[in-house]
C-alpha cells in the first residue's frame, strides 16, 4: 500500500528506486556502569575510536587531493575539516570523560549524554548555518560508536536489491535498478562514498535548508530531502521509493502508475535541466530591455566554479561566518583569512565579490569572551553580527585587513550586517579607515572597496534614506527582515507558519528600500531565500529590484523568469500586492 513522508526539498529533481536503509547507530547503545578499575579502560576506548575516525577522515581527504577537479569534491573537504575539529574539541571529549570518571558509565553511554549536552547549545543557536552544525556534531559521534561496535560505514558496502519486478520494468529493461539511500544523517565521508556509489537519491530523518546534507546535494545536483523525521523507521530495507525533490515528498511502495507518472516527470526534468543550462550564457534582459543582475551566495572558494558555471556575474554574498564555524576560541588570523578571500576573488576570475563580515552572536561557540549572564537572552536580539564585531575590536580590524588585502586582486565589495544605528555606522566605517591606515603603515596592498549595510532590520527599512548617505549600495536580508517584523522565531515550530514573506509590512519595507536606491542612484540587491524563489521573482521585478543573489542552483530558473517578464506589467501588479491587507490577496494579485 503506498503512502508517503513528508520533509523538506532541498534539492530538485526526482529519483526512483529501491531503498537502501542506513539505520542510526545511537538507536541501539548499551547503557551500563563499569567497575572502578575498568574506568581507564573505557577512557582509552573512547581516545581510540576518536582517533581512528580521525584517520578514516585523513584518508578520505588525502584521497580528495586527486578529485579536486570535480563537482561537489571541494566541499566535502571543507566540511571534513570541521568532524576534525568537532573530533578534537575539548568540550566533548573532556565531558565524555566526565562522565565515565564520576557517574562510571560505559563510553558509549557517555559519548551520546555529552552529545545530548552539547546538542543543546547548538538548539539555542540564531544562525541557522551554524545551528545546523549539531548535525555535523552528531555525525561525528555516530562514526565513534561504529567504530567501537565495529560497524563499517553505511553506505561503503550497498546491499544488493533482489530480482527486478514486473514494476522494474517500468524503469528500465535491464536489471540494473537504481537505489536510494534512506538514512537517519549522512556525513561527509559517507557523501563522498555516496556521490562514487550507484545511489541515485537520498532522504535523511534530520537537516534543514542550510544542513551540510543540503548542502552537499545542491553542489552535487542530487535529489534529496531532508527533515522527513522517522523514515527511516518506516521504510523497510528494498522497498520502492520515489524522492520528488522539488515538492519534499518520499512516497513509499508506489502504485504502477505513480512510477509511470513520476518516471515521465523525472524525464521531463532532465530535459527541462538541459534546457537551462542553455541559458547559462544569455543575457538577463527581461522583455521591455532591462537589465538583471544575478549573483551567487557563497561560502567558501571552492563554490565560485559552481557560480561561474550557472554564469553567474559575481558573488553578492561571501557568507565568512563558516571560516569562524566551530573553531572554540581558535578564530582564524588574518592571513588564514586573507588566503580564503584572495582564493575566492581570484577564482571568480575578474567578476565582483561581496564579502560580508563575520555574522555571529555572543551565543555562538566561536565566542571567545564568552560574556557570562546571557544565556537567558533571546539570541536574535543579542549581542551578533556587527555588535559583536564592534565588541571586538582586534577581530573586526583582523577581518577588514584580510577583506582589503583581498581586493588588491579583484573587486571586492565589504557587507555588513545588522546595522540600525547611526552610531554602529560610524564607528563602523571608522574601523574601515582605521584598517586602511594600517595597511598604510605596513606598506601593503589593498584596491579600492566599495562598503554596503545589510537591510535586515526593521528600523534600518525605515531610515533607509539615512543609510544611502553613508553606503555605496545595500542588500535586504529578507530571512532576519521578516523574521524581525512579524517577531517570529523561525525556530519555533508552534508559529513558523507566520512566518510569511507576502505580509503587507514586509513587502512595504522591501519596496520601501528598493526606491529609496533607486532615487540615490545607488543599487539595492536582495540575497535572502526570497531572491532564489521562482514565485517571487516577478513581484521582485515588479517592486523595482534588479539585483539578485541567490544559490548558484537557483540561478537558471531564475534566469528564465527573468526572460519572460516585462517590467513594466509587473509594476502595478507589484503596487496591487502592497495594498492588499492581507499575505492571501496579496498572493492573488500577483498571480
Not at 56 to 80: C, N, R
Not at 526 to 551: P, W
Amino acid at each position: 500500500m503506498s503512502f508517503s513522508v513528508h520533509g523538506i526539498a532541498v534539492s530538485s529533481g526526482v529519483a526512483i528506486g529501491r531503498a537502501v536503509l542506513v539505520a542510526s547507530s545511537r538507536l541501539d547503545v548499551a547503557h551500563y556502569l563499569v567497575e572502578p578499575d575498568q574506568v581507564q579502560f573505557e577512557i582509552t576506548r573512547l581516545r581510540s575510536a576518536r582517533d581512528t575516525v580521525v584517520a578514516e577522515i585523513g584518508k578520505v581527504q588525502t584521497s580528495l587531493h586527486e578529485l579536486t577537479d570535480k563537482e561537489g569534491y571541494l566541499e566535502l573537504s571543507a566540511l571534513l575539516d570541521v568532524h576534525r575539529m568537532l573530533l578534537q574539541d575539548e568540550q566533548l571529549t573532556d565531558g565524555v570523560k566526565q562522565w565515565i570518571l564520576d557517574r562510571r558509565y560505559n563510553a558509549e553511554w557517555a559519548l551520546t549524554s555529552q552529545l545530548d549536552v552539547v546538542a543543546r547549545q547548538f538548539d539555542e543557536m540564531e544562525d541557522p548555518y551554524l545551528r545546523e552544525r549539531k548535525g555535523d556534531l552528531e555525525q561525528v559521534v555516530e562514526r565513534m560508536l561504529r567504530v567501537m561496535r565495529g560497524v563499517a560505514s553505511p553506505v561503503s558496502q550497498p546491499p544488493v536489491p533482489s530480482r527486478p519486478t514486473s514494476q522494474d520494468l517500468l524503469l528500465d529493461d535491464t536489471v540494473d535498478v537504481p537505489l536510494v539511500l534512506v538514512a537517519h544523517d549522512l556525513s561527509p565521508a559517507d557523501m563522498l562514498q555516496f556521490k562514487q556509489s550507484v545511489f541515485a537519491g537520498f532522504v535523511t530523518d534530520v537537516g534543514g535548508k542550510t544542513s551540510h546534507t543540503a548542502i552537499v546535494a545542491r553542489s552535487m545536483d542530487i535529489p534529496a530531502v531532508v527533515g522527513a523525521r522517522s523514515a527511516s523507521q518506516i521504510v523497510r530495507q528494498d522497498d520502492w521509493v520515489i524522492i520528488d525533490g522539488d515538492a519534499g515528498v518520499l512516497i513509499v511502495d508506489p502504485s504502477p502508475i505513480m512510477l509511470a507518472e513520476y518516471g515521465f516527470k523525472q524525464r521531463q526534468s532532465e530535459v527541462e535541466r538541459q534546457r537551462l543550462n542553455r541559458l547559462r550564457n544569455t543575457p538577463a534582459l527581461t522583455l521591455d530591455g532591462q537589465k538583471i543582475e544575478l549573483l551567487a551566495n557563497i561560502e567558501r572558494p571552492a563554490d565560485a566554479a559552481g557560480a561561474l558555471r550557472v554564469g553567474a556575474v559575481g558573488v553578492g554574498l561571501f557568507r565568512s561566518e563558516f571560516l569562524f564555524m566551530g573553531r572554540q576560541g581558535n578564530l582564524p588570523d588574518e592571513e588564514e583569512q586573507f588566503r580564503t578571500y584572495k582564493a575566492t576573488v581570484e577564482a571568480m576570475e575578474g567578476l565582483p565579490v561581496t564579502i560580508r563580515t563575520v555574522d555571529v552572536g555572543a551565543d555562538k561557540p566561536l565566542d571567545r569572551s564568552s560574556r557570562g549572564g546571557d544565556d537567558h537572552l533571546n539570541p536574535a536580539l543579542g549581542l551578533r553580527a556587527i555588535r559583536w564585531s564592534l565588541a571586538e575590536p582586534t577581530m573586526f580590524l583582523s577581518q577588514l585587513r584580510a577583506i582589503l588585502r583581498a581586493s588588491a586582486f579583484g573587486p571586492v565589495h565589504l557587507l555588513i550586517p545588522m546595522l540600525a544605528h547611526v552610531s554602529e555606522i560610524r564607528q563602523t566605517l571608522a574601523f574601515v579607515d582605521r584598517a586602511r591606515g594600517q595597511l598604510n603603515a605596513r606598506g601593503q596592498a589593498y584596491g579600492t572597496v566599495k562598503v554596503g549595510a545589510m537591510i535586515e532590520v526593521p528600523a534600518a527599512a525605515l531610515m533607509v534614506d539615512v543609510f544611502l548617505r553613508y553606503f555605496d549600495f545595500l542588500s535586504i536580508g529578507t530571512n532576519d527582515l521578516i523574521q524581525y517584523t512579524l517577531a517570529i522565531d523561525r525556530v519555533d515550530e508552534s508559529v513558523a507558519h507566520l512566518y510569511d514573506p507576502m505580509h503587507p509590512a514586509v513587502l512595504e519595507l522591501m519596496a520601501r528600500t528598493i526606491a529609496a536606491g533607486h532615487a540615490q542612484g545607488k543599487p539595492v540587491s536582495v540575497c535572502g531565500e526570497l531572491a532564489g524563489d521562482v514565485q517571487m521573482t516577478r513581484l521582485l521585478l515588479g517592486l523595482g529590484l534588479r539585483s539578485f543573489s541567490m544559490h548558484p542552483s537557483q540561478i537558471l530558473a531564475v534566469k528564465q523568469q527573468v526572460l519572460r517578464s516585462d517590467t513594466a506589467k509587473l509594476k502595478p501588479i507589484a503596487e496591487a500586492a502592497l495594498r492588499a491587507e492581507e499575505p492571501a490577496r496579496a498572493l492573488e494579485a500577483l498571480r
